[in-house]
């Protein structure tokens, strides 16, 4: 089995990647298609080709659908709010808690991490119902009658959908992965300088961290994103629902109507591109960041 | 660095977006009401006129709709139900009223009795013999099928009066099949799940003899749902997939009937709109099969109630009156195509007044409508039944399908004291 | 288990000198506060909660107070008994009715309230029959078992695959590399939307089947009870794969290109160049690679939630369906929530094997 001359392993690799392209592409080349067609075409299409090409009778009838059964830019503004402040809030307090955990020392913060690490295993399906006892007693302070008042309850507020899910185990893990492949004379250098921990914190590790934000962030955008379960048990006015809510929306018509199938790839597509276009902005920084986080330190 | 602080400023800004505010005002009081219709333009549209009306004919009262998309509404409401923040007004679908009544979502509401007994049966929801729903509509099954395909099959018209045998349905199905014309004889709808289960294939059941629960107490399903006659239900059921009448394989899309795939179509009257824009007087509304106990159909559909929670019942109570007047009803009707609540109204309705193309289902709904058991135990006993059915298309015992429901079914009724 | 590991290597990073310790004690709980608080109040709060909802018989819905019932939930969940049943050849239905005056409810047979688990029947028409207290709960256990046995080695074989073909010097890597991501970064009800799609009798899957399997029959692949958990272990890889595969490829970066260029001064082959340099620089990435897809894989839900509902007959039913099933379907709340700590105690019991397994080669 001795190698040979001939590019037969680049054939290989390259016969390889294409059909692995194929397989990956083509589900979402058939979303992306069928979005420009109706229910009928699309089943005419599925068993062959053009299934995953946008041929044959194409038209954007399928997204004025969209539009006409729901609110989709107030949707769209619900999540990108919600992801954003989870996001932001996400990355200071996940990354603050991992700087004392990789950078500082105290007792019980080998423990501390364990139990962050511990986090990973609960699904979130599985605390949903006491969560939601739990959010409905919290405190609040609502604008009522020109004063502030106390009550209690989350619900129904774009709160209850950031709160819970800003700070999280794995962010942490990852931020303390990378933040350790980072040389500690950085810190003592600055210690001798006279500098704080805030100082060190956010003029020397938050800038050299920027790799693991940009992963933080996309992991954390994806997850927030694409919520489902939670905010249709905590989100009963239409004005505050998220994207993912919004699939229901062509479900609930099924009985009546037939399956909107061509509205339902219109919408898939209307939530899926965005976070695509997202990850290929910041795809470089955060491939290095999974890389230095999962393999250093 | 300069990029941090200004993420800092974002954050503040959307920290004060977060913020809620809410101002009370004198004025009209707001009375708050969940609809399951999002997303069903048609529907809706009635909800949104009857409110806008409401509103702007009184001034103590101020309706404002929320609107919930039908596949999550009941999630919706256990979940407003458990941390006690339901609106005033809600709607809920027939069945599944005595359960929220018993769980004390809702209370009894009270409308004018003129109004409550000119609402057809399956358009009112009596819990502990107390008014706590009423509807604009009824749902109604039957079969659809084409005169034509029939006749050329040489296959008899069944009518209300004389609807198919058993006996005779085998015939239809084998005689179908050995056309050799239609991928499949019959499309029951198995791809739709959820509550069409219980709606659709309860009535073949009761039809069969079979029955859900003891309708005596509801305090008993071992020996009703998997009697004799129940199982003898479940082995016929299953037989049409095993034998390759029907698909197993069924899409929720239900298009083969329409696209002449498949030749006969089990499914509520809401679909009969599509089927007769295709095939015109072609179309046959056929009645449900008579399996041994006349033909049956599922009665009761979405219907308006009071949140046991409500702090403005009167206005609640009048709104649902409002809502119920003819010209809506009517509307509901021509727009979303399913049966008007009374009688006047469905005479101000083209496809339901008498002679109509769709009148037929009214007889049916008269003639065969059985409710589905009016107990709280409901709400699993449709999860159960709906599981145990479906086990049975994939060949599953009948048998021991109905009896692991029936086991599962009574362990909750004990579980619960019998929803005493 | 590597992230303990990582625990132990922490402690240098400490910094010198006593009163420089006790500042950043007090810094470091400034500093971590703020996540341990929400992460208590968000995440352990409701789990304990959960915990102790799982000793009593509360309901999603009643006018009734949740009362506790000890171990009731429990030892129904985890009870098992084995009994065989005396039948008749010619008549299923004689074992079957013997079956049920046991396993009846109101019966007094220790069997009482039992479900059927596993069945074996005989020549002579009697059976061996495993019975459960709850069998869909074992059912799921064997499924979530079965999946992350499945997708474990699948989905990181894959993306080892992907990650050696995108380390290659080709052109096109960063749009290969990007493709195979795409999956990763859409939601999985959207994913699961697609592939019923490609499941379909028609569909890409059956296409694909047809051309490398002679005499495949195209099928509703969803509506096999065979295929079904396949089908869902293959879109489950599918969706996942870009991800690990990014792992994977830091860690193939991580291997110093010397080592390859004295294997090659050496003579050896590419596949020796892979078992000897390769895979041996790529032994803490497995076990990372391996602890996530488990721990991930034995949470399934979405995709079965989404697809088949636990069907075709229980084939795609998982733990974390079953619970979710009970308590938000069926409203039994107490019992889902003991459903819910027995897999809390599984997830953590596999988790402390991977890492025995796992640890002394480290």
Not at chain 2, 342 to 365: C, I, K, L, W
Request: with cysteine; net charge neutral.
């Amino acid at each position: 089995m001795h190698k040979k001359k001939f590019p037969i392993g680049k054939i290989v690799i390259y016969a390889l990647s294409a059909f692995f392209c194929f397989i990956f592409a083509a589900p979402l080349m058939f979303m992306i298609s069928s979005s420009f067609k109706d229910p009928q075409t699309i089943f005419t299409h599925v068993h062959d080709w053009r299934a995953y090409f946008p041929v044959g009778e194409v038209n954007f009838d399928q997204y004025v659908g969209v539009l006409n059964r729901l609110p989709l830019f107030g949707f769209l503004f619900n999540s990108l709010l919600v992801s954003a402040v989870v996001v932001i809030g996400g990355l200071f307090v996940n990354s603050m808690a991992a700087f004392a955990i990789a950078r500082l020392r105290f007792r019980g913060q080998n423990l501390i991490l364990v139990f962050l690490i511990a986090t990973l295993i609960v699904p979130f399906e599985t605390i949903a119902m006491p969560l939601l006892v739990l959010v409905n007693s919290l405190p609040t302070i609502t604008a009522a009658d020109g004063s502030l008042q106390f009550t209690t309850g989350w619900l129904n507020s774009y709160l209850v959908q950031i709160a819970p899910f800003v700070a999280s185990g794995f962010t942490i893990f990852l931020f303390v992965q990378y933040f350790k492949t980072l040389p500690k004379e950085l810190d003592e250098a600055a210690i001798i300088d006279g500098a704080g921990y805030w100082t060190i914190y956010w003029r020397i590790i938050v800038p050299l961290a920027g790799p693991a934000f940009a992963t933080a962030a996309i992991l954390s955008f994806l997850s927030i994103w694409n919520a489902y379960l939670w905010p249709v048990m905590v989100v009963q006015t239409e004005a505050l629902r998220p994207v993912q809510v919004g699939l229901d929306y062509f479900w609930g018509a099924t009985s009546e109507e037939g399956t909107a199938w061509g509205q339902i790839m219109a919408y898939s597509t209307i939530i899926t591109v965005p976070i695509i276009i997202v990850f290929i902005l910041f795809q470089r920084a955060f491939v290095a960041s999974v890389a230095s986080s999962a393999v250093k330190g | 660095m300069k990029n941090t602080h200004k993420l800092l400023a974002v954050a503040a800004i959307g920290a004060l977006l977060l913020s809620g505010c809410s101002a009370t005002s004198s004025g009209p009081k707001t009375i708050t009401m969940w609809s399951h219709a999002a997303g069903n333009d048609q529907e809706i549209a009635t909800v949104k006129e009857a409110i806008a009306d409401f509103n702007g004919s009184q001034t103590e009262y101020v309706v404002k709709l929320e609107e919930f998309p039908q596949e999550s509404y009941n999630d919706s409401i256990a979940a407003a139900a458990a941390s006690k923040s339901l609106p005033c007004l809600i709607d809920v679908d027939g069945p599944i009223m005595p359960n929220w009544a018993w769980a004390g979502y809702m209370q009894p509401i009270t409308i004018n009795s003129d109004l409550e007994n000119s609402l057809i049966a399956g358009a009112k929801g009596y819990y502990g013999g107390k008014l706590y729903s009423a509807g604009a509509w009824d749902a109604a099954l039957g079969m659809l099928a084409r005169k034509s395909v029939l006749n050329d099959l040489g296959i008899r018209i069944p009518t209300v009066d004389s609807p198919w045998t058993k006996t005779e349905f085998d015939g239809v199905l084998k005689t179908i099949k050995a056309s050799g014309k239609f991928d499949y004889a019959i499309d029951w709808g198995n791809g739709w799940t959820g509550e069409w289960f219980p709606y659709a294939y309860s009535p073949v059941l009761q039809s069969f003899g079979g029955d859900l629960i003891d309708r005596a107490a509801f305090d008993k399903a071992d020996g009703v749902v998997n009697s004799a006659a129940s199982v003898e239900f479940g082995k016929w059921f299953g037989s049409t997939f095993a034998n390759g009448y029907a698909n197993k394989a069924q899409t929720g899309d239900r298009t083969e009937f329409i696209g002449g795939t498949i030749a006969l179509q089990y499914n509520g009257n809401w679909a009969v709109k599509d089927a007769y824009e295709k095939y015109g007087d072609d179309l046959a509304i056929l009645p449900p099969v008579d399996f041994g106990n006349g033909p049956k159909i599922g009665a009761a559909s979405w219907q308006f109630g009071v949140s046991s929670t409500c702090g403005e019942v009167a206005g609640a109570n009048k709104f649902i009156e409002y809502i119920l007047q003819d010209k809506y009803i009517v509307a509901f009707a021509n727009r979303i195509g399913l049966i008007p609540a009374t009688a006047t109204a469905a005479e101000q309705v083209p496809n339901y007044a008498t002679g109509g193309p769709f009148s037929v289902f009214v007889d049916f709904s008269n003639k065969f409508a059985v409710k589905r058991p009016e107990t709280p135990a409901y709400l699993l006993i449709s999860k159960v039944f709906e599981k145990a059915v479906a086990d049975i298309i994939n060949g599953k015992s009948a048998k021991t399908a109905l009896d692991g429901a029936a086991d599962e079914i009574d362990a909750d009724l004990t579980a619960n004291n019998n929803y005493k | 288990m590597k992230l303990q590991s990582l625990v132990r290597k922490n402690k240098p990073h400490g910094f010198f000198g006593s009163s420089i310790q006790s500042r950043s004690k007090r810094a470091s709980l400034a500093f971590i506060a703020p996540a341990v608080f929400l992460i208590g109040l968000f995440l352990v709060v409701p789990v304990i909660m959960a915990f102790s909802l799982g000793f009593t018989d509360a309901k999603l819905a009643s006018p009734k107070a949740p009362a506790f019932v000890g171990f009731d939930n429990f030892s129904k969940i985890i009870s098992l008994g084995q009994v065989t049943v005396d039948g008749d050849p010619s008549n299923p239905d004689v074992l079957h009715d013997n079956l049920r005056e046991l396993t009846r409810p109101s019966s007094d047979s220790q069997y009482s309230g039992m479900e059927v688990l596993t069945e074996t029947v005989k020549a002579d028409g009697s059976a061996d029959i495993v019975l459960a207290g709850d069998a869909l709960f074992w059912k799921s256990l064997g499924n979530t078992f079965y999946f992350a046995a499945a997708v474990a080695p699948f989905q990181g074989g894959l993306a080892l695959l992907l990650a050696l073909l995108i380390n290659a010097p080709i052109k096109g890597r960063v749009i290969f590399r990007t493709v195979y991501f795409l999956p990763v970064v859409t939601s999985m009800v959207v994913v699961s939307i697609l592939w019923i799609f490609m499941y379909q009798k028609d569909g890409l899957a059956n296409i694909l089947l047809s051309a490398v399997i002679p005499g495949w029959e195209p099928q509703a692949i969803l509506t096999n009870p065979d295929l079904a958990m396949p089908a869902i272990i293959f879109m489950s890889a599918w969706q996942g794969v870009g991800f690990h595969m990014i792992i994977w490829l830091s860690g193939l970066q991580t291997i110093p290109g010397e080592l390859y260029e004295a294997a090659r001064v050496d003579g050896a082959t590419r596949l020796q160049q892979f078992k000897h340099v390769t895979w041996p620089g790529l032994r803490t990435t497995f076990v990372f690679v391996l602890i996530i897809i488990s721990i991930q894989a034995m949470g399934l839900f979405t995709q079965v939630n989404v697809m088949t509902k636990g069907g075709p007959l229980d084939s795609t039913r998982t733990l974390v369906f079953h619970a979710f099933n009970e308590g938000y379907e069926k409203q039994n709340v107490g019992y889902s929530s003991a459903i819910a700590v027995i897999f809390f105690i599984i997830v953590v019991l596999v988790s402390i094997i991977q890492r025995r397994l796992t640890r002394d080669k480290d």
